[in-house]
């Protein structure tokens, strides 16, 4: 058995949880949203909690029944708690501003680059540190896709730091030429 798709899932009190034919909707706080299940998995409601099982034993099978397990907890999830990112601009000159849905980056190009968030996702910059953009939003693939894209555009440089990363991530840096050159 696949050790995350055994998990049962436990949905708490403030979310309601519909399963109609194929489809799976998740109702909480924060938001709904659906789900269509592959046809190679069932899920059954026992308490409060959604357990999926798999109809077959071939490889797709299992693959697919730990990731609808991941999937449907995450949708709970989102609905209840939701989900963020939160990226933070390093460098001389890096800004970011944010007017509703819309993120203007300058990251050291000849031109401001803007970018629309989808629907769902929420931009705004930290009131406690300028420098850092918070995304958040119920569905976890559409605000990490959104953290990427921003990223993307400036990507953290090994040798001054300099650029767009996550809060929580470690750049590995280098030293220059000048350090290489002093050390041998």
Same mark, same amino acid.
């Given at each position: 058995?696949?050790?995350?798709? #055994?998990? &049962?899932? #436990?949905? &708490?009190?403030?979310?309601?949880?519909?399963?109609?034919?194929?489809?799976?909707?998740?109702?909480?706080? #924060?938001?709904?949203?659906?789900?269509?299940?592959? &046809?190679?998995?069932?899920?059954?409601?026992?308490?409060?909690?959604?357990?999926?099982r798999r109809k077959a034993e071939d490889k797709q099978s299992k693959s697919t029944h730990g990731l609808t397990r991941a999937l449907l907890n995450n949708m709970i999830i989102g609905v209840s708690d939701g989900f963020e990112k939160r990226l933070e601009i390093i460098g001389v000159g890096y800004r970011a501003q944010v007017s509703g849905k819309k993120i203007t980056l300058s990251l050291g190009f000849s031109h401001p680059i803007e970018m629309i968030a989808p629907e769902g996702v929420n931009i705004v910059m930290d009131p406690d540190n300028k420098n850092v953009i918070i995304i958040s939003g119920i569905d976890k693939q559409q605000v990490g896709e959104m953290a990427a894209q921003i990223r993307k555009h400036r990507p953290p440089e090994p040798y001054k730091g300099k650029g767009v990363r996550y809060t929580d991530e470690h750049v590995h840096r280098k030293a220059g030429k000048a350090a290489a050159k002093a050390s041998s």
């Open positions: 058995m696949s050790l995350i798709g #055994k998990r &049962p899932i #436990k949905v &708490p009190e403030s979310v309601e949880v519909t399963i109609t034919d194929r489809t799976v909707k998740a109702k909480g706080s #924060k938001g709904e949203l659906t789900y269509t299940l592959s &046809p190679l998995v069932d899920i059954l409601m026992d308490g409060g909690q959604i357990v999926v």
